[in-house]
């Protein structure tokens, strides 16, 4: 790792290899490969919670976590993630700025697996919030 990396990651930057690992998840999910892209992304999640406790710049968690509950659901365990996703939607609702798309992404996951729960009413509630932040959206910059 390089000065600059090693000084970057230290101020809590995401590692490298995190980049990384979310792109092998991401070419995994889109191969089918579900149990082995839940595998990286919960290395990540155990990286970055496990050395000091709590990470203290968790957006490197939040998108980890995301990916996780992706590939758990596209794998067929919907349920099990629906307290997951509700937990890493609580914390990302909190933010403001660059890191709202995360937020959005992770309702619009939320919104299929209650779908395929069986659960349309709350997956149309939950497409709505996302419809109005993205109408809102719009008027502040291009999407």
């Avoid at 609702?93 to 697996?113: I, P």
């Amino acid at each position: 790792m390089s000065a600059a990396a090693w000084t970057a990651w230290a101020r809590g930057a995401a590692a490298p290899w995190h980049e990384a690992a979310f792109d092998d998840a991401y070419h995994l999910v889109r191969e089918g490969r579900y149990e082995e892209a839940e595998a990286r992304a919960r290395a990540v999640i155990a990286a970055r919670q496990g050395m000091w406790g709590r990470d203290r710049r968790p957006v490197t968690v939040w998108q980890a976590t995301y990916y996780a509950t992706i590939a758990a659901a596209a794998h067929g365990r919907r349920a099990a993630v629906l307290a997951e996703q509700e937990a890493l939607i609580e914390e990302l609702e909190q933010l403001d700025g660059a890191n709202r798309d995360l937020l959005l992404s992770a309702r619009l996951n939320r919104a299929w697996v209650l779908i395929d729960e069986g659960r349309p009413a709350e997956a149309e509630v939950e497409a709505r919030v996302v419809l109005r932040a993205l109408t809102r959206l719009k008027h502040l910059t291009e999407v």
